[in-house]
């Protein structure tokens, strides 16, 4: 940069590509309101947290810091955008969950619904392993493009427009996991 000049450089968290959508503090701020939420729902029962990675690992590492019981956690892989950003409908399981779900009380934390394929088909595979009960919780819901309608969403940070988003988790080709609010790419050809 040419000395005087006024422009400061950018950082990636302060890339002047991404428009913010929700900032850090408005986050912790729905997830404070959401943990007391699923703290209510699952007093006294048997709960575990399956994370679905890699996009949730940012909203599970906060969201079970503000769910007051005792619980575990679990993860699991799977691969739905077989095609670029296209949702193919195939969900392809990479990494399995460590430990059984029988009887269990499971909250499948994911970062983001969009067409609903992946959660519809993940809920279907739980659902065959015995467990006492199986609900959704998504950081953000996408509901415009969705694809399965019937799907039921229990608990949700934010709603947004249908838009590509990026941070907290979810990724663009595996970019902006860390960013610690939620943003859109101004112009993805600009790296
Ligand atoms: P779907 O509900 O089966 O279409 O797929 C949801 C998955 O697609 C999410 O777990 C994300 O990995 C990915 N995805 C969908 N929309 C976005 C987005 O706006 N930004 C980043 N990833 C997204
Ligand atoms: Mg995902």
Redesign the pocket.
Known sequence: MATGSTKMATTEFTNTNLEVMYSEAEIQARLKDLGTEITAEYTGKDLVLVG?LK??CVFMADLMREIDLPLTIDFMSVS??KDG?I?T?DVEILKDLSNSIRDKHVLIV???????????RLVEILGSRGAASIKIATF?D?PE????KELVVDYTGFVIPN????GYG???AGRYRNLPFIAVVIDPSVA
């Open positions: 679905v996009g949730s739905s955008y950003t949702s409908g994911e970062d983001i619904i969009d067409t609903g394929l992946t959660l519809t953000l996408k493009p969705r694809i399965k838009k590509f988003v990026v979810l990724d663009a």
